[in-house]
C-alpha cells in the first residue's frame, strides 16, 4: 500500500524524461526545466534539497499559569531536508518540488 502512494506521489511531480543520455531524444533522466538551454547544469537531488524546507512543529514551555501548572505552546520550525532523504524531484524554473523517502512532498514555492 506504501509502495502505491508513493507511485501517485512521483506520478504527481510529471514525468521526467527518459534518455540513454541527457539531452537525446527518447530516454534517460533529465531534469533541466523546459526551454532550458542544453548547457544548462543538471540538477542534484542535493541541490533540491536545499532549497525546501520541512515544517517541524514542537511543544515548548511557556512558563506557568496563576496555579503553578506548566503552559506550553507549538512552535513550528522550519528545517532543511537532507539530501539522503529525497526520493525524487522535479524543478519547474520557477519551483522545485521534492518527495522525500517517506512519502511527503515539499515545494520551495511555499514559502
Not at 41 to 55: E, G, H, N, S, W
Request: proline share 5%.
Amino acid at each position: 500500500m506504501k509502495s502505491a502512494r508513493l507511485a501517485v506521489l512521483i506520478a504527481g511531480l510529471g514525468a521526467i524524461c527518459m534518455s540513454p543520455e541527457p539531452g537525446a531524444a527518447g530516454g534517460g533522466p533529465t531534469t533541466t526545466p523546459q526551454g532550458a538551454t542544453s548547457g544548462a547544469k543538471a540538477m542534484t537531488a542535493a541541490d533540491a534539497a536545499k532549497q525546501v524546507k520541512r515544517p517541524v512543529t514542537t511543544r515548548e514551555k511557556a512558563g506557568t499559569d496563576g496555579e503553578g501548572k506548566a503552559v506550553y505552546k507549538d512552535v513550528t520550525k522550519h528545517v532543511a531536508v537532507a539530501a539522503s532523504e529525497v526520493l525524487d524531484f522535479k524543478d519547474y524554473g520557477s519551483h522545485v518540488v521534492v518527495v522525500t523517502k517517506d512519502g511527503k512532498k515539499f515545494s520551495s514555492a511555499e514559502e
